[in-house]
């Protein structure tokens, strides 16, 4: 089955600068790579998907790669500030909404 | 407004004592899913629904039962909890007739067993 690596585990950064979390996965069947942040005490929230057919998709700050032919895909975070800090998970699906998630990135942002 | 409603938020119970953790959603999705969420592991599905009266294991199943009656509601059944399912657990739902989506998630169920 599908198994998704996530690194780092946790982050520090100064408020104002980038933070880039990565993940890699071991499907290639895998066509659709959400990322949620999970705030202390609440459940996890989509904050940016990318599909198979899509390199890059940005919303604002952030920012997702993927790079099928390596299996793996990151999410770039620029102009940190500190309600950016968060738990970060990155998953992966081959379809029918079967999420497999990465094991999570604390990201704490520093005034 | 749309969401996925968890019960109880907190739980302490003793081992053996079965129990239910409820999981209702208003937004008339098909598919629901259980999660457990450990340190160092992130999110592991335990069960997942499909449809009324459509479920299936999860990577993580062992020790955990669901039941799917209602389209709305997925109850998770805990009939003899040990020590190693203290855990936080979260439901999560999203529709099918879109492929893959996002999955909405409830508030969270942190479960203690002693």
């Known amino acids: 089955g599908e198994n998704v690596e996530q690194h780092p585990s946790t982050l520090s950064v100064q408020e104002g600068d980038s933070a880039v979390i990565k993940c890699t996965y071991s499907?290639?069947?895998?066509?659709?790579f959400p990322w949620y942040k999970q705030e202390l005490g609440k459940g996890p929230q989509l904050i940016i998907d990318?599909?198979?057919?899509?390199g890059e998709k940005k919303d604002q700050r952030i920012a997702v790669t993927l790079n099928k032919t390596a299996k793996h895909f990151s999410l770039h975070i620029t102009e940190t500030q500190p309600e950016d800090s968060a738990v970060y998970f990155c998953?992966?699906?081959?379809?029918?909404?079967?999420?497999?998630f990465g094991t999570g990135t604390r990201l704490l942002v520093s005034p | 407004e749309a969401q996925v409603t968890q019960n109880p938020r907190y739980l302490i119970t003793v081992t053996g004592k079965k129990l239910t953790v409820t999981c209702s959603q208003n937004?008339?999705?098909?598919?629901m899913s259980w999660y457990r969420q450990d340190p160092g592991l992130g999110l592991r599905q335990i069960y997942y629904?499909?449809?009324?009266?459509?479920?299936d294991k999860g990577d993580v199943p062992e020790g955990y039962k669901v039941s799917r009656k209602e389209k709305r509601n997925f109850p998770l059944i805990l009939e003899s909890p040990s020590p190693n399912q203290t855990s936080l657990y979260f439901c999560?739902?999203?529709?099918?007739?879109?492929?893959?989506?996002?999955?909405?998630f409830g508030q969270g169920t942190r479960l203690t067993v002693v």
């Open positions: 937004m008339n999705h098909e598919y």
């Open positions: 998953a992966a699906s081959t379809g029918f909404q079967k999420l497999v």
């Open positions: 999560a739902s999203s529709p099918l007739d879109r492929g893959n989506t996002e999955a909405f």
């Open positions: 629904s499909m449809n009324v009266e459509a479920t």
């Open positions: 990318i599909r198979s057919n899509v």
């Open positions: 499907d290639s069947a895998s066509n659709y």
